[in-house]
């Protein structure tokens, strides 16, 4: 079956450390691609959005995603993390295909220790 | 702009019983989205709407659930009767576009669903 896969469930790390987060997706066309970020007791929100051009997407808050299309893979990266970045990270994506269903991997816990 | 918003915040009933989570999309946004979030998962869709036709409803359990939007504004989610894997938070989202051209989508803060 057609997936998204982020490869750490949990991260700790400490403040200003560097982070970097996982994600593949198993559809083979052209697709959407999608970091949203759920802070604690809020909505999910958008981060950063790959839709075409440079591969290299910055967003919100010193975020940036790589989108390596040989790879099936965008990963997401900050190079400094502070405590405020303590939330729960998803990777989504949106295949060109009958349905363009945005799905989502199962999420990346991060927590940031002061 | 008025986000999405979604009622109740938050919801306990025993299983076999019903309930209903009712959406409000951002104005003007076509496209209206019921997810559920199970803990430790990611959002899975339910069902999407294209104003106030059905898009997907291919994961919906349509055996308890049923969902509608009247006049391609507001949207109701309903679990009748509930069971216990049906605890969980319940996203409505919404989306200027649709299809090729959806975008982001734009999410509310969610009904978390406890069934005993």
């Known amino acids: 079956a057609q997936s998204v896969s982020q490869h750490n469930h949990h991260v700790i790390l400490s403040e200003a450390a560097s982070l970097e987060l996982g994600c593949n997706y198993s559809?083979?066309?052209?697709?959407?691609l999608f970091w949203y970020v759920q802070y604690p007791g809020q909505h999910l929100q958008l981060l950063l959005k790959y839709f075409s051009g440079d591969p290299l997407v910055k967003g919100i808050k010193g975020f940036e995603a790589e989108f390596i299309k040989s790879k099936f893979s965008f990963n997401l990266r900050k190079p400094s993390v502070q405590w405020s970045d303590t939330a729960e990270y998803f990777c989504?994506?949106?295949?060109?295909?009958?349905?363009?269903?945005?799905?989502f991997g199962a999420g990346t816990t991060v927590t940031v220790r002061a | 702009e008025a986000g999405v918003a979604q009622s109740p915040r938050y919801k306990i009933i025993e299983k076999r019983q019903s309930v209903a989570f009712w959406c409000n999309p951002i104005?003007?946004?076509?496209?209206l989205y019921w997810y559920q979030q199970i803990l430790g998962q990611g959002p899975k869709l339910l069902i999407q709407f294209q104003n106030n036709g059905v898009v997907d409803d291919s994961q919906l359990p349509k055996d308890r659930f049923s969902a509608e939007r009247l006049k391609g504004v507001d949207s109701t989610l309903k679990i009748q009767p509930a069971k216990l894997e049906d605890s969980a938070v319940y996203l409505c989202a919404s989306s200027l576009g649709t299809g090729i051209n959806t975008g982001e989508l734009f999410f509310g803060e969610g009904s978390r669903l406890t069934v005993l």
């Open positions: 104005s003007g946004h076509a496209t």
């Open positions: 559809y083979g066309g052209t697709v959407n």
């Open positions: 989504a994506v949106i295949p060109f295909s009958n349905d363009y269903k945005l799905s």
